[in-house]
């Protein structure tokens, strides 16, 4: 697991995405989502990275950036067969990104290349690792559900895998 940076969910959308990761558990038997924090993932670090570091690089990327609005809809399968919602993606969101990957990249390795900006798809996760049978019975389950939604990113958070080896837990949320 890694150290996850991104914004969370505003409310009602942070509570949605909670009932669905519930649901999702209930109905189809699947772990529930690891990182308990309903965000979009804009970096991530293996666990050996210096958390107060990776803190005081999301301050000063948050100090330089405002508020801004996104939009997600639909729903997607990663390889592996992770299921998402996509956050498209606009110049403020790329912006933060960018910034974001400045300063972190050099504090340790991403876990993937998939958090690096040319292969970078911005979402919101549902479900991780499945087979791909149950992949396609989750995604034929939620087709029905509205994922067209508007919000603004108004945060960074920190959040790192618990020592336990748990769920995740919240380091830190700075606001842009």
Not at 77 to 105: C, M, N, Q, R, W
Not at 156 to 166: E, I, Q
Request: hydrophobic share 45%; aromatic share 10%.
């Amino acid at each position: 697991m890694a150290i996850i940076v991104g914004p969370t969910l505003p409310e009602p959308y942070f509570e949605r995405v909670e009932a669905v990761w519930e649901e999702l558990a209930d109905r189809f038997g699947i772990d529930r989502y690891v990182n308990p924090h309903p965000h979009v993932t804009l970096y991530g670090l293996a666990e050996s990275a210096d958390v107060d570091a990776i803190v005081a690089a999301v301050e000063r990327v948050a100090a330089e950036h405002d508020p801004f609005t996104v939009r997600t809809s639909g729903l997607g399968t990663f390889p592996g067969d992770h299921v998402y919602i996509p956050v498209a993606k606009s110049p403020a969101l790329l912006h933060l990104h960018e910034d974001t990957v400045d300063a972190l990249a050099p504090l340790g390795d991403a876990p993937t290349e998939y958090y690096e900006p040319d292969g970078w798809f911005p979402h919101v996760g549902l479900a991780l690792s499945l087979d791909h049978h149950l992949a396609g019975e989750v995604v034929g389950h939620l087709l029905e559900r509205e994922f067209a939604w508007r919000f603004t990113v108004d945060n960074v958070s920190v959040t790192r895998p618990a020592a336990d080896g748990g769920t995740h837990e919240l380091v830190a949320t700075v606001d842009l």
